[in-house]
């Protein structure tokens, strides 16, 4: 597994909740980072990028809510989210476009996804 994501959970509405997004030691470099959400008969949306110098770029419908951050020192991102709404309720994907130890070449990768569920 090449990137890792964890921290997904139940939360009431008005919570917050701490993604996390670990690349594996096989992971030389990474450029962009993202977070995409896929809510029950949605398509997969992007909700936070960040790149390698740590701007940002947010869904319109996270701004305010969401930070994203990452370790670039531990090839880690994460998500923080606050004033959760049942709307946010999605599995919640990482996505890397990062170089491999041994490669030239930046690929894209996915981590497995990790479940929030915001009740009302």
């Known amino acids: 597994v090449q990137l890792q994501a964890s921290g997904g959970g139940l939360v009431q509405a008005g919570g917050s909740l701490r993604l996390s997004c670990a690349a594996s030691?096989?992971?030389?470099?990474?450029?962009?980072m993202g977070w995409y959400r896929q809510a029950p008969g949605k398509e997969r949306e992007l909700v936070a990028v960040?790149?390698?110098?740590?701007?940002?770029d947010y869904a319109d419908s996270v701004k305010g809510r969401f930070a994203a951050s990452r370790d670039n020192a531990e090839n880690t991102a994460y998500l923080q989210m606050n004033s959760l709404r049942p709307e946010d309720t999605a599995v919640y994907y990482c996505?890397?476009?990062?170089?491999?130890?041994?490669?030239?070449?930046?690929?894209?990768?996915w981590g497995q996804g990790t479940l929030v569920t915001v009740s009302s």
């Open positions: 996505n890397a476009h990062a170089r491999p130890w041994g490669s030239w070449y930046y690929y894209n990768y």
């Open positions: 030691r096989s992971i030389a470099s990474i450029n962009d």
């Open positions: 960040i790149r390698s110098n740590s701007t940002t």
